[in-house]
T-cell receptor, first 112, second 113 residues
Framework: DSGVTQTPKHLITATGQRVTLRCSPR?????VYWYQQSLDQGLQFLIQ???????AKGNILERFSAQQFPDLHSELNLSSLELGDSALYFC???????????FGPGTRLTVT | QKEVEQDPGPLSVPEGAIVSLNCTYSNSAFQYFMWYRQYSRKGPELLMY????GNKEDGRFTAQVDKSSKYISLFIRDSQPSDSATYLC?????????????FGKGTMLLVSP
């Protein structure tokens, strides 16, 4: 168990809908990262937050947004969902000044 | 072309074999190189990482980086069925706190008893 929790585990929704994925980092970790994993693209970095502020941005679509709250939990919002958004979404966290990212168990999103 | 390329496998070996997993990368700015292991239906977990070129050993695992050829390797000695998983190589660019990880697509390893 990495100490990173993600909810829900599975999510099935229809095209055009909006969903919110939630992540709680390890106790004390200020950095939160979001990744998308699909069979064709592999694991892709989406966005990083550090203590509530956006730090780095990867291949995140404009339809996707994220935020980190004062209690350090983070949410990834996905809107106008398309079939191609079906994937595993992972959250990871790391302690300040360290390289190791601890991954959560992921949320499996299926868009029908 | 992806910045980090990795053969997806699957790679099937008998128990006790020496396994060699490899990646190539194209971005010269990468400074740290990592290997993650991902079991089915789980999140990736960090196995080990190296800085710049060189070798690093941890038990049955050895990570090797050759920056001149932009080649990353992971060797597993005396492979066990419990090593069956997908292995992801990753490279880190940026400075502390502002760094991003770029992953290969992963190689699925199957170790048969």
């Amino acid at each position: 168990d990495s100490g990173v929790t993600q909810t829900p585990k599975h999510l099935i929704t229809a095209t055009g809908q909006r969903v919110t994925l939630r992540c709680s980092p390890r106790s004390g970790d200020l950095s939160v990262y979001w990744y998308q994993q699909s069979l064709d693209q592999g694991l892709q970095f989406l966005i990083q937050y550090y203590n509530g502020e956006e730090r780095a941005k990867g291949n995140i679509l404009e339809r996707f947004s994220a935020q980190q709250f004062p209690d350090l939990h983070s949410e990834l919002n996905l809107s106008s969902l398309e079939l191609g958004d079906s994937a595993l979404y992972f959250c990871a966290s790391s302690a300040t000044g360290t390289l190791q990212q601890y991954f959560g168990p992921g949320t499996r999103l299926t868009v029908t | 072309q992806k910045e980090v390329e990795q053969d997806p496998g699957p790679l099937s070996v008998p128990e006790g074999a020496i396994v060699s997993l490899n990646c190539t990368y194209s971005n010269s700015a990468f400074q740290y190189f990592m290997w993650y292991r991902q079991y089915s239906r789980k999140g990736p977990e960090l196995l080990m990482y190296t800085y710049s070129s060189g070798n690093k050993e941890d038990g049955r695992f050895t990570a090797q980086v050759d920056k001149s050829s932009k080649y990353i390797s992971l060797f597993i000695r005396d492979s066990q069925p419990s090593d069956s998983a997908t292995y992801l190589c990753a490279a880190l660019s940026g400075v502390s706190g502002y760094s991003t990880l770029t992953f290969g697509k992963g190689t699925m390893l199957l170790v048969s008893p």
